[in-house]
């Protein structure tokens, strides 16, 4: 008896310490996790929107005289790229004075509160976002295998400091700027887009920043479905000239900035009326075959 309490007094020691390896391991991991991002080539759109994110997360600046805006912040790691990619383009993140953002995923928010750090800004989410972003990614509709993970630091974010929450309809002003916000929930409870107008010599152009729509197997909530139908619609009533959305690839950032260096007129690539609709339809088409990403 006293050989087998020795045996399970050792075989308990050597698999807590297998657990807190994993979760140190893990957590460093989380930590340094680049999610396969790279710096990308910062560019305007039109006016004074700029693109400053990485390789596929995006992130896009709006420029200002009273100070500017960025809108969402990739993974922890992409933050510096961030930036580096607003000073390449000759500003600075400390005239950063307000941060926004679509959704509370780390590849989307973790780098918020880096960047939150570095220019003093003032974060503004959805009252459902805000949830997740001001405890580190813990988003009360994750599966909960995925939420303890959360909660022992292997997957989420640093928190950070909510400073204002807004409600569906409101406007965001700083100075001459002002950007909506639509709730358009779905792919997250708060999950939010964003409509501003953007001039361009002497043209106004009608900008969209569009959230993802895609229904998550990870994260599910009972009226989601009905959430994303209201979305499709709320999407499909805004005008638009410019569409962006979280992942650069989605709306085609690479080709888009390609074709704009021997365009004639530069922001034309980018006036895509048609490439909303169609990842409007696609969404909508995901949802009716039930398809889960």
């Known amino acids: 008896m006293p050989h087998f309490t020795k045996r399970c007094r050792l075989v308990v020691i050597v698999g807590l310490a ?34 400053v994110g990485a390789t596929d997360v995006s992130a896009f600046l709006i420029t200002g005289p009273e100070g500017h805006i960025v809108l969402d912040g990739g993974y922890p790691t992409t933050a510096p790229m961030i930036i580096a990619s607003i000073a390449k383009l000759g500003f600075s993140i400390k005239d950063v004075r307000v941060l926004l953002n679509s959704e509370p995923h780390p590849d989307h928010a973790g780098g918020l ?91 106004v152009l009608n900008v969209v920043s569009a959230c993802d729509l895609g229904r998550l197997a990870t994260s599910q909530y009972p009226d989601q479905k009905a959430d994303l139908e209201r979305s499709f619609g709320v999407l499909r009533s805004l005008p638009v000239d410019i569409w962006v959305t979280c992942h650069a690839r989605w709306w085609g950032r690479y080709r888009k900035f390609v074709a704009s260096a021997s365009a004639k007129d530069p922001v034309e690539p980018f006036i895509d009326p048609e490439g909303y609709k169609a990842y409007i339809d696609s969404a909508e088409a995901d949802l009716r075959n039930g398809r889960l990403h």
């Not at 965001?172 to 950007?179: K, Q, S």
């Open 113 to 203: 509160g880096v960047l939150q750090l570095e220019s003093g800004a003032e974060l503004w989410a959805s009252d459902a976002s805000a949830i997740a972003l001001a405890s580190g990614g813990d988003d009360p509709d994750i599966v909960l295998p995925l939420r303890a993970l959360v909660w022992v630091g292997v997957l989420g974010y640093p928190k950070m400091r909510v400073d204002h929450r807004f409600k569906d309809g409101d406007t965001i002003r700083l100075g001459p700027l002002a950007l909506t916000a639509h709730i358009t929930g779905g792919h997250t409870r708060g999950c939010t887009s964003w409509s501003f107008d953007v001039r361009d010599g002497d043209r």
């Open 18 to 51: 297998s657990v807190l390896a994993l979760v140190l391991v893990g957590r460093w991991l989380n930590a340094t996790k680049q999610g396969g991002q790279g710096p990308a080539e910062p560019f305007r759109i039109a006016g004074n929107l700029y693109y």
